[in-house]
């Protein structure tokens, strides 16, 4: 029997049927981003005592559908940290594109000067997620390094800075610089002192 009128055909139901699941999945997609968005510009600013109906505020989105995708506030922290690692992770590999490698590593230094801006603001947040998580500290640790190593290794690889400076050398330094200024205006100072260093590591043209 022909389908009537008001029914789709087989062909016509099977071309609709997933059309549903995956408009739910991309819009779940764009509600997690959302979300992670407004949780970082709210836990920067509030610190641990930041809301998460804040952070469901401020993404637009109710607060059941904050907690379908973070179930508890670590959750969240955890994720947002992950997040900015990964963003971290990224730049590094698209300056590897960049026609200066000292120049390279120098942007890449200065973006993690905003990172560590953005995480004084929620340091007690993301040491609540943090506690037990080895495989967190762990995830940072191998990502971060990796990105630096990368850009270092080019740098020195044409000449261009010291060979003998490792990943970890650099992240010690930068840490220390930016925890050690906590006065108004500090991100400033802190560039200075990121451009004084990078130019420390320059190897002399020769002649």
Known sequence: MAPSAQEPSAEE??????ERPRR?????????????????????????????????????VGIGTLYRHFPTREALYEAVYRREVEQLGELAEAL??????????RRWLHSNVAFVATKKGMAAA???????????????????????????????????????????????????????????GWQASVLRLVDVFVDGLRVPPRG
């Open 24 to 60: 739910r999945r991309a819009d779940a997609v764009r509600n997690r981003e959302r979300v992670l968005a407004a949780a970082k510009a709210v836990f920067s600013a509030g610190g641990t005592e930041a809301s998460l109906e804040a952070v469901a505020r401020q993404a637009g």
């Open 96 to 105: 590897k594109g960049e026609p200066d490698p000292v120049e390279a590593l």
């Open 126 to 184: 993301l040491a609540i997620a943090a506690h037990g998580k080895t495989d967190l500290a762990a995830f940072s640790y191998e990502r971060l390094t990796t990105a630096v190593g990368s850009l270092l290794a080019r740098a020195a690889a044409e000449g261009r800075i010291r060979a003998d400076v490792g990943a970890e050398d650099i992240l010690r330094a930068l840490i220390a610089m930016c925890y050690m200024n906590d006065q108004p």
């Open 13 to 18: 139901a099977a071309a609709k049927g997933p």
